[in-house]
């Protein structure tokens, strides 16, 4: 049976009003990312037994723990004794024991800031290729996959609209080189539409029917994206750029028996005066059909 979930903050920072919507759309699994004014990782143990006691409450339980570990940091100019770099590591720590706590397999990373071109040929290498970026990109991967396997966790990588792991090709390319059994994709394949990687079939593709080894967790959710204008907006779920694509992912997942969650990431705001829950309300019914 699939499993379906939403990350809560796209519905509500206040947790239990979060899990009270998921208890009237049947929705069993949580997404955990901002909880009140916090991010995970950051809560105290009081904090956490509340969590653990609200999720009790409503029968829910918890598919990803999602900080934004490692976003945004230039790998140009990170060094491993950087204090940037150790308080990621510091974080990433901090979120497996909340995971662990909350009997959660999966925690979130990001893949740094985006380089545009990572590879190149026929002199490209010599102009326009980001030097050594991909390489960089491994070796501060690494620990973080180390750190996971010593826990005895899965870690996540997303692909992110402004990530270097920014498509499922990419996500594969990582995780074959680094070869850890402890490290998966988080896809998100309206983020891959900004990589200019179309969900289905090429995103879906490059998963080669390998759902179950590769993929960990995946984010559903639609967008309107124009590359030129440098502008994305979101959409209710089946109206926008994702609309095609999502009926042959649903079928795929199904066909290739996928084990993880599906999380609904409830970003649309269907008017700027009014809430994400709003967006939610609008999306789940689709969510539902489609992926349920």
Not at 19 to 32: D, I, K, R
Not at 35 to 60: F, M, P, Y
Not at 153 to 167: P, Q, R
Not at 182 to 205: I, K, Q, V
Request: contains cysteine.
């Amino acid at each position: 049976m699939t499993k379906l979930g939403v990350i809560t903050d796209g519905i509500s920072r206040e947790l239990s009003h979060a899990l009270a919507v998921m208890n009237e759309h049947e929705l069993e699994y949580a997404e955990l990312q901002f909880i009140g004014a916090k991010e995970v990782g950051d809560l105290d143990e009081g904090e956490t037994a509340h969590v653990a006691s609200l999720l009790a409450a409503h029968g829910v339980r918890v598919s990803c723990i999602s900080r934004h570990i490692f976003a945004g940091l230039s790998l140009e100019a990170l060094e491993t004794d950087d204090a940037p770099w150790r308080a990621q590591l510091a974080a990433l720590r901090r979120c497996i024991a909340f995971a662990q706590r909350l009997d959660c397999p999966l925690v979130r990373v990001m893949s740094f800031r985006k380089e545009m071109i990572l590879f190149g040929g026929n002199g490209a290498e010599e102009w326009v290729v980001a030097d050594e970026a991909w390489g960089r990109l491994v070796k501060r991967m690494a620990p973080a996959v180390r750190i996971a396997e010593q826990e005895g966790i899965t870690l996540v990588v997303e692909t992110g609209n402004n990530a270097m792991i920014h498509s499922a090709w990419l996500g594969r390319k990582l995780i074959e080189e680094l070869g850890s059994r402890h490290l998966r994709l988080l896809w998100d394949p309206a983020n891959s539409l900004y990589g200019d990687e179309p969900a289905w079939p090429d995103g879906y593709a490059a998963l080669s029917g390998e759902a179950e080894s590769l993929l960990g967790h995946l984010h559903i959710k639609d967008v309107r994206v124009c590359i030129p204008r440098a502008r994305v907006d979101c959409a209710e779920l089946g109206t926008g750029d994702m609309a095609p694509h999502l009926p042959e992912i649903a079928r795929e997942l199904k066909q290739d028996g996928y084990p993880g969650v599906i999380s609904l990431e409830s970003v649309y705001r269907p008017t700027t005066d009014g809430c994400f829950e709003d967006g939610f309300r609008a999306s789940v019914g689709t969510l539902k059909r489609l992926f349920g």
